[in-house]
């Protein structure tokens, strides 16, 4: 039997601008400089301040992989990451030579639900089990990014950021990409969260670096919803591009790929002329809220039977979509 036929290149196109009209928010950046700035943050990047910066994205890491409300309730009940503990922690001049510095720490492997590590005979001694985090994984990306942003950036991140995007040109590479994938072999630290957290930072930390408003509207964040959502279209088959949900969705011409492309083909400055023309994360961003129950609360599991095609008629998008059913190999993560 053949395959219910997908969307093209300028159909999907179309329906994605339809969700931009829809759900796209048109005070996407001054909403991200409102919560950077009541986190400290736009102050931090003035002042080059690493432990405030260190801070809000450790705080941002621990929100992956479950429900917000649960991470918000855990930090408010444990509290979280402090870069003023783990600098005296450190400064104390731990045994363990994963804490001696950034290139070292590969490999810790500490468990907190088992109280273990790669180097058992030193864990009674350790600092980083010490911090009351939700699970071992958090830790070691805490202390991870901590390293990483006293070693790597040389105490001072903003200051490698410009660096990084100064680059661009001379190394042929994307400005998103130049911040994102040195930053991705940091412990926990996934595509999705860096691509969320830094878009951030870049659009709205310092209007005045250009670089970093242009390297942040280009920062893709591809979530179950926002892939769940180009399957259920029928853009990802229409478009060749059909995968199962996780770091593939970053690969070559798959979801984040499709996004960017039709991302040119929209004028994002049309819906704020503060933004840029082509505005990527915009663009994913109206997906995301045009899906989730925060949002729009429109394309989700909990709206539709995805075992049979969508049957959401008054959907404004119903009669341009393919609507094609999710199956478990499409949904399931992939290493």
């Given at each position: ?23 796209g928010s048109n005070d996407f950046i001054e909403e991200a400089r409102s919560g950077l700035a009541q986190a400290g943050v736009l102050k931090a990047v003035?002042?080059?301040?690493d432990a405030v910066l260190f801070e809000w994205l450790a705080e941002a890491i621990s929100y992956q992989g479950i429900a917000d409300s649960v991470a ?83 105490g001072d991140f903003v200051a490698w950021i410009d660096g990084r995007l100064a680059q661009v040109e001379a190394e042929g590479i994307s400005g998103g ?159």
């Amino acid at each position: 039997m053949p395959k219910a036929p997908g969307l093209n290149f300028s159909q999907a196109t179309a329906l994605i601008k339809t969700v931009c009209d829809v759900a796209g928010s048109n005070d996407f950046i001054e909403e991200a400089r409102s919560g950077l700035a009541q986190a400290g943050v736009l102050k931090a990047v003035q002042k080059h301040n690493d432990a405030v910066l260190f801070e809000w994205l450790a705080e941002a890491i621990s929100y992956q992989g479950i429900a917000d409300s649960v991470a918000a309730g855990y930090i408010e009940q444990h509290g979280k990451a402090s870069a003023g503990q783990i600098a005296q922690d450190l400064d104390a001049h731990p045994a363990c030579d994963k804490l001696h510095s950034y290139w070292e720490m590969d490999s810790c492997g500490y468990r907190k639900s088992r109280g273990s590590c790669n180097r058992p005979e030193l864990i009674g001694d350790c600092p980083l089990p010490r911090l009351d985090l939700r699970n071992g994984s958090l830790n070691q990306a805490a202390y991870s990014l901590y390293l990483f942003m006293r070693d790597v950036a040389d105490g001072d991140f903003v200051a490698w950021i410009d660096g990084r995007l100064a680059q661009v040109e001379a190394e042929g590479i994307s400005g998103g990409e130049a911040v994102i994938e040195p930053l991705s072999y940091v412990h926990g630290l996934s595509f999705k969260v860096l691509s969320m957290a830094l878009s951030a930072l870049l659009l709205a930390g310092d209007p005045k670096r250009i670089a970093w408003k242009a390297a942040g509207a280009h920062m893709i964040a591809i979530d179950t919803l926002v892939h769940a959502w180009l399957h259920r279209t029928g853009i990802l088959r229409g478009l060749d591009a059909e995968h199962a949900y996780g770091p593939g969705c970053y690969g070559e011409g798959r979801c984040a790929d499709i996004i960017r492309a039709i991302a040119n083909e929209i004028d994002a400055s049309a819906y704020n002329s503060d933004f840029p023309r082509v505005f990527p994360r915009f663009v994913q961003h109206a997906i995301w809220r045009f899906c989730s129950q925060q949002g729009f609360d429109q394309c989700n599991g909990n709206q539709i039977d995805d075992s049979r095609r969508c049957r959401q008629s008054d959907c404004i998008l119903f009669d341009d979509c393919a609507r094609l059913k999710l199956g478990r190999s499409t949904t399931a993560t992939t290493a």
